[in-house]
């Protein structure tokens, strides 16, 4: 998911399954299963379901994932892999949604005060309506899965 929304896993995040939290392994510390030690397909058993992720406690970017289908793997083919998706991921630490919504509306106007300090932050490459596919699936392959 850090790599769908192109974040760099900087921040706190936790996995809601029903009842069940999943998070990193933070000693013993909440009530968060080391999300390490389960696989999503031992807790996420049926097609349609759906179940929450949080990421970034103090942006506190909520997400609702769902499972549309569930196939069985092609060979040769190396998972995870996107299929598609839309529009670039909110630059890390931007403020959540209200503060993307004001980072968006800065940068889309050039005689805005804060425009060139906040496209220097964000850098001149990002453009939100841009989903760069190719370059997901190849920080995807990049992972290590267990």
């Keep these: 998911i850090q790599i769908l929304m192109g974040w760099d896993d900087e921040h706190l995040h936790e996995f809601r399954i029903g009842e069940a939290a999943y998070g990193p392994n933070l000693h013993d510390e909440g009530d968060a299963t080391d999300e390490k030690k389960v696989r999503l397909a031992e807790v996420v058993r049926r097609e349609k379901a759906r179940f929450g992720y949080v990421y970034d406690f ?15 793997p092609e060979p040769g083919t190396h998972y995870p892999v996107c299929v598609g998706g839309k529009r670039n991921g909110a630059p890390e630490d931007c403020g959540g949604v209200s503060g993307y919504a004001a980072l968006m509306s800065v940068l889309k106007n050039p ?22 596919l190719d370059a997901i699936n190849d920080a995807l392959r990049r992972l290590r899965v267990k």
């Design 58 to 72: 103090g942006d506190n970017w909520h997400h609702e994932i769902l499972v549309e289908k569930i196939v069985p």
């Design 111 to 132: 005689k805005h005060e804060e425009y060139e300090e906040r496209r220097e932050w964000v850098g001149d490459d990002y453009d939100p309506d841009f989903f760069a």
